[in-house]
């Protein structure tokens, strides 16, 4: 998406909203549309709840940023809903959440400290929908907490999807990765920058870290661009958020990356070992370069579940599930929604 039509999306953001709402709306008679605070580690967490038949399985959503709240793309989502109770979850520190509690509230904030609440609210939906397990989704730095989720309480999961998987980087591959796009782009700056930082990331500042993502984003091409394509036209046109919702959700990625830089540019993936007690699906975009398309498949190939397929969704990259919400609809569907049969409640 160019400048011109980010402009423009500025422009018919209440046309879009009410275009969104209406679209949104679900009148089947077992239907579930709520949205909430939840008290969940000791703090009132945003939850919101959508789905036509309150009896079909749960789909749990583990953002990605950090901090960077999926419920701006409900619409995106919505045929979703036909067959799956969707539920986002604005993680302590992101969006709604971050509004409610604010820096003091959240206080400090780790990954074992998300894991704990992903748990919480993987509870509180299995006592209020009838349900003994629930369908775990980790995205991109929210496949981390998924990883760890799956790892902890696996008798609360029927699955778990990967999707814009992390995986480990021994040989720096992310960083030829960006190297190549930059250099496909003819960002001659970008590439002096990333070589001045060097391969190992975990020797960069966050304001190196920052500067990388920001190149690798302008780099992406020939799939959605996950900023000007996906998250500033789903967040402009949200009827569910207002632009005080948007500030704090860029407040919130900040406080989080702030608490969480060290331990996401170090996560070690062997801690938490390769053998998981439930099926594991890697759902990846088949020319992601944020997750790099080839370390999921490598991690995927080190796992060992009862249970594991790896799919590519195709022309996609990163956000895969919201560039091409019908292929992944498609895969849950045939893969991994007969692993959890319909509630009785």
Known sequence: MSKYNILREIVMRKRNQSKNAKELQINTPNSIVEGCYVKIGGIDQWITIRGENWNNPVLLFIHGGPASTYSIFSPLLRSWEKHFIVVQ??????????????????????????????????EYLTNKLGYQKVILIGSSVGSFIGVMMAKLRPDLFYAYVGTDQNAPDSQNLSYTLTLN????????????????????????????????N??????????PNMITDLILPSMLSSPEHKIRDMMDIFRGMSYSLDHLFDELINFDFKKFGMQF????????????????????????????????????????????CFSRPDQFLEELIKRVRPLAPMSST
């Open 89 to 122: 979850w604005d993680q302590r520190g992101a969006g709604k959440t971050f509004r409610r509690n604010g820096k003091d509230g959240c206080r400090t904030i780790t990954f074992d400290r998300l894991a704990q609440d992903g748990i919480e609210v993987a």
């Open 277 to 320: 007690e439930l099926p594991v699906f890697i759902f990846h975009g088949d020319n992601d370069i944020i997750t790099p398309t080839e370390l999921a498949r490598a991690y995927y190939d080190e796992i060992e579940a009862p249970q594991k397929e790896f799919v590519l969704i195709k022309n996609a990259g990163h956000l895969a």
């Open 214 to 223: 920001r190149l690798l984003v302008k780099a992406i091409k020939d799939v």
């Open 181 to 212: 796009a930059l250099r496909g782009a003819g960002n001659t700056r970008g590439v002096q920058l990333l070589e001045k930082m060097g391969a190992d990331q975990s020797q960069w500042s966050r304001k190196n870290f920052d500067k990388r």
